[in-house]
């Protein structure tokens, strides 16, 4: 039976492992795990982002905690100059519940 529960919390947290979505935002390209473009209007976007708060309400695709310090993200991004340059493109949404993708052929980025 111990066992069992020692197989369940690694479960429970491999899965919030992988869906943590903190991040933090590098000077420069080389450094990013993912190059980023903010895109101006909300159809040209691969994922619709909201900025939480507090790292424990990045549950779920989309909401992204900003992290201080490159070790403490699950993922370092570089924000770039044109979309051209990205490897995702997002754009900032101004609530919680807009948040997720558009084109999920891309969600092998952040897993």
Same mark, same amino acid.
């Given at each position: ?18 869906? *943590? ?30 900025? &939480? ?13 900003? &992290?201080?310090?490159?070790?403490? *993200? ?5 924000? &770039?100059?044109? *979309? ?28």
């Amino acid at each position: 039976m111990k066992q069992f529960y020692f197989l369940l919390l690694l479960y429970i947290l491999g899965y919030s492992n992988i869906r *943590a979505q903190a991040v933090y935002s590098v000077k420069y390209d080389y450094q990013a795990d993912i190059k980023v473009y903010v895109v101006d209007y909300e159809y040209q976007a691969d994922l619709k982002v909201y900025k &939480t708060d507090y790292k424990y309400q990045a549950d779920k695709d989309g909401l992204w905690y900003f &992290t201080d310090y490159d070790y403490q *993200a699950d993922k370092k991004i570089y924000f &770039t100059d044109y *979309a051209y340059q990205a490897d995702l493109k997002i754009y900032f949404v101004d609530y919680e519940y807009q948040a997720g993708w558009n084109d999920k052929s891309k969600q092998y980025l952040l897993h």
